[in-house]
């Protein structure tokens, strides 16, 4: 399969996305007055709730943690929160940033995650994008080696940037976490803390508290049972201080 592309400016893709960020990419964007959603997810240290085909990706993201008497990958995503136009796009639909944009908005409509294929109706181009331009991939493979630069070095920031994010994560409070596949668990955590958290991590500043560890907020009994059986800590009740975005039913 071929395919073409070629941006038409339509600002679609920066309407009501949380853009991934790195970390680098975060600490600027809360520098300038933006917000973040911090989104987690893990799976288990045997794998459940991963794909096996997707272990090697997963864990190369993520790190290790400690859930109740078990250990846990955790992944974890700065994105800039964005409801609405992003705070960067000017009433002519143009970026303000585009010079120092980020790494996911360089490589949009590209996915970097290597086991999802790039679907052009599961994105908000319009059709026009997709008639024109140069040929993207050919044969099913990315041919675009710029776009392929960009997807590695994003891909190499989430695994050199993930033991910072969560150390950050601890001073912040957050520790529970969604299972792979089974949901999000999203913090808006306050930019002032945020800021703060981030300087005593690169100061060295230890922690105000030992960390507990990280709690699973599921849905469904099986992977409830599945969770608790592996020894994993589980929250109970209504979310506390963050959300909980299923992706299976409860």
């Known amino acids: 399969m071929n395919t073409r592309f070629s941006c038409v400016g339509c600002g679609s893709c920066c309407t009501d996305h949380h ?17 973040l959603i911090v989104l987690t997810e893990a799976f288990l240290a045997d794998g459940y709730g991963v794909a096996a085909e997707q272990l090697t990706h997963a864990t190369r993201r993520s790190t290790v943690v400690q859930s109740g008497s078990t250990q ?19 009433a002519e639909k143009l970026c303000r940033i585009y010079e120092r944009r980020p790494l996911v908005c360089r490589i949009y409509p590209m996915e970097i995650n290597p086991h999802i294929p790039l679907r052009p109706e599961a994105k908000d181009c319009p059709p026009e994008s997709w008639d024109q331009g140069p040929e993207m991939i050919i044969g099913g493979k990315l041919v675009d080696t710029e776009l392929s630069r960009l997807i590695e070095q994003s891909r190499q920031a989430d695994r050199e940037d993930i033991a910072t994010k969560e150390a950050i994560c601890q001073r912040l409070g957050i520790r529970a976490t969604a299972l792979k596949g089974n949901g999000f668990v999203a913090y808006l955590p306050d930019m002032d803390a945020f800021a703060t958290a981030v300087m005593d991590v690169v100061d060295g500043v230890d922690p105000p508290q030992a960390d507990t560890g990280w709690s699973f907020h599921v849905a469904g009994e099986t992977v409830v049972s599945t969770l608790q059986m592996a020894g994993a800590r589980l929250t109970t009740g209504e979310p506390a201080g963050y959300m909980f975005i299923a992706l299976q039913a409860g």
């Open 19 to 35: 853009v991934p960020l790195t970390l680098g990419e975060a600490l600027q964007w809360a520098v300038d007055g933006g917000s």
């Open 72 to 90: 846990a990958h955790v992944a974890i995503t700065f994105a800039a929160y964005n409801v609405g136009p992003c705070r960067n796009l000017d």
